[in-house]
């Protein structure tokens, strides 16, 4: 079979012509940790499904992610409820075919309430489709792009539990960011990953070496936001699958595997589209005239100008607000596991603090924008995110808070770092401005960041509803219950013998 990808189909019957040679089809829909929980059904049970969905145990939403049922029972799957059936729909605009596994036809599912007939309101997919929607409504099309660092190890799931996950052999030795060196030392692996991800329909921009041992970094290729989400997901299972199935690695996406080293990120990209004209809508189309900041744009006596935001247009500042304020609510959506805060420390380039500034990596939110770009890829960069996530969660909780500032027209109220890093201001406002970003330090871990989205007037609660976020909330604090309770090998080897 070629190894270009055939076109999705665009209805029943184009589906039933692509599959008419094969026997058995692969489904999956995505729980809220961004695990795929999917089976294999036949052929004439699948193409029985594809008008009304079929019955899927609602139990993916009342457990974790080692299928330990959550510590305080759901609304969505409990004992009460029986874990009852929920409804699984196949996305026929999904279809690609795993190139790995026999070329096997493969489809995303979107999981559907059985009483209303609405997308679901914990499923991943269906929280971002409503989200898009709202976009969809005032005109507007988000666009984004996923980077992921990942480490990778000579191991296997057998050899990492035979020495019960401790010291995982690297896949390569010392810190060699950017290198040619390194990929060639295994470049089958290394080219694998970009035919097979092509093969997959999870188009890459980029690949290199990141610094660390075994470190890599991929760029995922600007999309749709939905196709975005799909192919991040998609990714990281991809990349597990190539590496234990064909070359005995293991690749890990854990926000800090290292304690001394930097950890690893999910940066995403985001912009607007517009969908009459297909044009870029947060690039400035007037960039001749000085862009005053939001202060003075909203009838503030403030009067200074940002450089920063010279080449944004304002629906892009308005994005940008919103999510500047928002972001303390959504960090269990960018941040989503204990080890999550683990990455987000001081000097391990990991932001900590609400902030935001033009081309700079140091900020929570990165602004890309002419000069550094060209006027069409302005954007931001999210670079709270770490490669942990679920795609579709992060992407939804910046998605909704960014239309949530254009919504209510919001104003930046915090000045970029290049504003509080000028050394023409005095002493004293430095002080004043760094004061105002140290007061906008983010949770430190995932236990006060999931109470600051679960508060009753959050952000976050305005932006995905108070459902989702209760639901999303008791399964954080679970995982934060666990962490309580384990005794730690740090603790054995602090304690054990010296108290």
């Given at each position: 079979?070629?190894?270009?990808?055939?076109?999705?189909p665009?209805?029943?019957e184009?589906?039933k012509?692509?599959?008419?040679?094969?026997?058995?089809?692969?489904?999956?829909?995505?729980?809220?940790?961004?695990?795929?929980?999917?089976?294999?059904?036949?052929?004439?049970?699948?193409?029985?499904?594809?008008?009304?969905?079929f019955?899927?145990?609602?139990?993916?939403?009342?457990?974790?992610?080692?299928?330990?049922?959550?510590?305080?029972e759901?609304?969505?799957?409990?004992?009460?409820n029986?874990?009852?059936?929920?409804?699984?729909?196949?996305?026929?605009?999904?279809y690609?075919?795993?190139?790995?596994?026999?070329?096997?036809?493969?489809?995303?599912?979107?999981?559907?309430?059985p009483?209303?007939?609405?997308?679901?309101?914990?499923?991943?997919?269906?929280l971002?489709?409503?989200i898009?929607?709202k976009?969809?409504?005032?005109?507007?099309?988000?666009?984004c792009?996923?980077?992921?660092?990942?480490f990778?190890?000579?191991?296997?799931?057998?050899?990492?539990?035979?020495?019960?996950?401790?010291?995982?052999?690297?896949l390569?030795?010392?810190m060699?960011?950017?290198?040619?060196?390194?990929p060639?030392?295994?470049?089958?692996?290394?080219?694998?990953i970009?035919?097979?991800?092509?093969?997959f329909?999870?188009?890459?921009?980029?690949?290199h070496?990141?610094?660390?041992?075994?470190?890599?970094?991929?760029?995922?290729?600007?999309?749709?936001?939905?196709?975005?989400a799909?192919?991040?997901?998609?990714?990281?299972l991809?990349i597990?699958?190539?590496?234990?199935?064909?070359?005995?690695?293991?690749?890990?996406?854990?926000?800090?595997?290292?304690?001394?080293?930097?950890?690893?990120s999910?940066?995403?990209?985001?912009?607007?589209k517009?969908?009459?004209t297909?044009?870029?809508?947060f690039?400035?189309?007037d960039?001749?005239?000085?862009?005053?900041?939001?202060?003075a744009?909203?009838?503030?006596?403030?009067p200074?100008?940002?450089?920063?935001?010279?080449?944004?247009?304002d629906?892009?500042?308005?994005f940008?607000?919103?999510?500047?304020?928002?972001?303390?609510?959504?960090?269990?959506?960018?941040?989503?596991?204990?080890?999550?805060y683990k990455?987000?420390?001081?000097?391990?380039?990991?932001?900590?603090?609400?902030?935001?500034?033009?081309?700079?990596?140091?900020?929570?939110?990165?602004v890309?924008?002419?000069p550094?770009?060209?006027?069409?890829?302005?954007?931001?960069?999210?670079?709270v995110?770490g490669?942990?996530?679920?795609?579709?969660?992060?992407?939804?909780?910046t998605?909704?808070?960014?239309l949530?500032?254009?919504?209510?027209?919001?104003?930046?109220?915090?000045p970029?770092l290049?504003?509080?890093?000028?050394?023409?201001?005095t002493?004293?406002?430095?002080?004043?401005?760094?004061?105002?970003?140290?007061?906008?330090?983010?949770?430190?871990?995932?236990?006060e960041?999931t109470h600051?989205?679960?508060?009753?007037?959050?952000?976050?609660?305005?932006?995905?509803?108070?459902r989702?976020?209760?639901h999303?909330?008791?399964?954080?604090?679970?995982e934060?219950?666990?962490?309580?309770?384990?005794v730690?090998?740090?603790?054995?080897?602090?304690?054990?013998?010296?108290v």
């Open positions: 079979m070629s190894n270009i990808p055939e076109k999705n665009q209805n029943i184009e589906v012509k692509l599959l008419e040679n094969d026997h058995r089809i692969k489904v999956a829909g995505v729980d809220v940790d961004g695990i795929l929980r999917g089976k294999i059904l036949v052929k004439s049970k699948f193409l029985s499904t594809l008008e009304d969905g019955g899927f145990c609602s139990v993916i939403f009342g457990w974790d992610m080692h299928d330990k049922t959550y510590t305080e759901l609304e969505i799957s409990n004992c009460d029986g874990y009852a059936d929920i409804v699984a729909k196949v996305d026929i605009s999904t690609r075919r795993i190139p790995w596994e026999d070329n096997i036809p493969f489809f995303l599912l979107t999981f559907y309430d009483t209303t007939k609405e997308p679901l309101y914990v499923c991943p997919r269906g971002l489709k409503n898009l929607n976009y969809e409504e005032l005109g507007l099309k988000p666009m792009g996923a980077e992921f660092e990942f990778s190890f000579k191991e296997t799931p057998e050899t990492m539990a035979a020495k019960q996950y401790n010291s995982p052999v690297p390569t030795q010392g060699f960011g950017y290198s040619l060196l390194r060639t030392s295994n470049q089958n692996f290394f080219y694998d970009f035919d097979e991800l092509k093969s329909n999870v188009n890459l921009e980029a690949l070496t990141e610094t660390g041992p075994g470190v890599y970094e991929a760029a995922l290729a600007y999309s749709p936001a939905m196709d975005m799909d192919s991040a997901t998609l990714f990281k991809a597990k699958q190539i590496g234990i199935l064909r070359h005995g690695i293991m690749s890990c996406f854990m926000a800090k595997p290292h304690v001394d080293l930097p950890g690893c999910g940066h995403l990209h985001f912009s607007l517009s969908i009459e297909g044009e870029n809508i690039a400035k189309k960039s001749s005239v000085e862009c005053k900041n939001s202060f744009e909203n009838g503030s006596s403030n200074k100008e940002w450089k920063d935001t010279k080449f944004m247009s629906t892009m500042k308005h940008l607000a919103g999510i500047l304020v928002g972001l303390p609510s959504i960090m269990p959506f960018l941040a989503p596991t204990v080890n999550s990455r987000l420390v001081e000097n391990y380039w990991a932001p900590i603090n609400v902030s935001w500034g033009l081309e700079n990596r140091t900020a929570a939110i990165r890309i924008s002419p550094t770009s060209s006027a069409s890829a302005t954007r931001i960069e999210m670079r995110s490669a942990d996530i679920n795609p579709y969660l992060a992407i939804s909780a998605l909704a808070c960014g949530y500032g254009i919504e209510n027209k919001l104003p930046i109220l915090m970029p290049s504003h509080v890093n000028k050394e023409i201001i002493p004293e406002e430095k002080m004043n401005l760094l004061a105002q970003h140290q007061e906008k330090r983010l949770a430190k871990n995932l236990q960041a600051t989205m679960m508060a009753k007037d959050s952000i976050a609660r305005k932006v995905l509803g108070d989702f976020v209760d999303f909330g008791k399964t954080r604090l679970h934060w219950k666990l962490w309580e309770t384990t730690t090998n740090w603790e054995i080897k602090r304690y054990f013998e010296t």
